[in-house]
């Protein structure tokens, strides 16, 4: 009958389907991820830069943020003179603080954007601070509980990219004003869809980054001939 013919040849067809989607899905994963270490490579050398990606993919922050805007943070620090694990550190952070705050990942890379200027210019101006208020932390609270002063006092301050650093590494331990927010949020649902898809984006990088060889060799023929 019609209908078990066109049974016959639906699964195949899915399947073929699934199989062109998984494929596609792995080359663009390799390539991306070929492309998102080439910043890393410039300041870490080759290793460095494949040690770099790979801490920041076990991170939580990679899970609920996602890797891209993660390394993104990490590659700007670094460009900016942070060290490779200091920087890490930071933007794990820095990602904590927003968790708390209940923002996303727009407001997590403005603020990562606006922790790369601080330590470019070496200490953070009025606007600087400005922007952590509107990214709803309350940061004058923060540098307060890490430095013991008043209020009234930290408005008066200098404050340093190592001081924002270590306000924010005292808010995320135990008993901070953000304590734990990241790890809340990643066990949230939310949280969990978000680290099954950076999971599954991982596992498709992977099989892209062992293909990307095959497919550039690929690429340089097609290339080839149709120059």
Known sequence: SIVGMVGRFAAPAAIA???????????????HAETDMVGLKTFLGEAGAKRAYANIRKDDSSAVFGTSNILNANRSLISAGVGEKDALTDVRNLANAIAAVGKGSDEFARMASNMQ???????????????FDTAGINIYKMLSDATGKNIDQVKEMDVSYEL????????????????????????TAMGRWHKFKNMLSGVFADLGTTALPLIK????????LLG
């Open 117 to 131: 200027q601080i330590k470019t210019v070496g200490k953070a101006t009025a606007m600087d601070i400005r922007q």
């Open 164 to 187: 924002l650093s270590y306000a924010l590494a005292k808010s995320a331990d135990s008993g901070g004003m953000y304590a734990g927010a990241l790890d809340l949020l990643s066990k």
């Open 217 to 224: 060799a690929a690429l340089e023929t097609v290339t080839g």
């Open 17 to 31: 389907t699934a199989v062109i989607g998984a494929a596609k899905a792995a080359i663009s994963g390799g390539v």
